[in-house]
């Protein structure tokens, strides 16, 4: 089993940034490709970007690409995203989610075995 927790959610203005980490532990993290979805009220959750084993491949949905960085510290268990210029619709809830290295290209949610629990973030416009 991979715990993770997800920090660093809040509230923002509109062309403001965040970075959020998520923490993992349980099991070694180099074992796994790590990935952030997000889920606005009233819609499914939606891949965001992920990132291989060893940080060396990342991938971002359209939405978010050129303004979100994903990236992973072995050394301390932790996998961020760095959000910049965010707008109103990237309100949702953040999740960041776990998979087996060798899976890497997976971006369905339902492809994803570990999950945390989740951060809010509110951007006002």
């Known amino acids: 089993q991979v715990q993770l927790v997800e920090s660093g959610g809040g509230l923002v203005q509109a062309g403001g940034s965040l970075r959020l980490s998520c923490a993992a532990s349980?099991?070694?993290?180099?074992?796994?490709?790590m990935a952030w979805f997000r889920q606005a009220p009233g819609k499914e959750r939606e891949f965001a970007a992920n990132i291989n084993w060893d940080g060396g491949n990342t991938y971002y949905a359209d939405s978010v690409k050129g303004r979100f960085t994903i990236s992973r510290d072995n050394a301390k268990n932790t996998v961020y995203l760095q959000m910049n210029s965010l707008k109103p619709e990237d309100t949702a809830v953040y999740y960041c989610?776990?998979?087996?290295?060798?899976?890497?290209?997976?971006?369905?949610?339902?492809?994803?075995?570990?999950w945390g629990q989740g951060t809010q973030v509110t951007v006002s416009s």
């Open positions: 349980g099991r070694t993290f180099s074992n796994y490709a």
């Open positions: 989610a776990a998979i087996s290295r060798g899976y890497f290209r997976v971006v369905a949610p339902r492809g994803y075995p570990y």
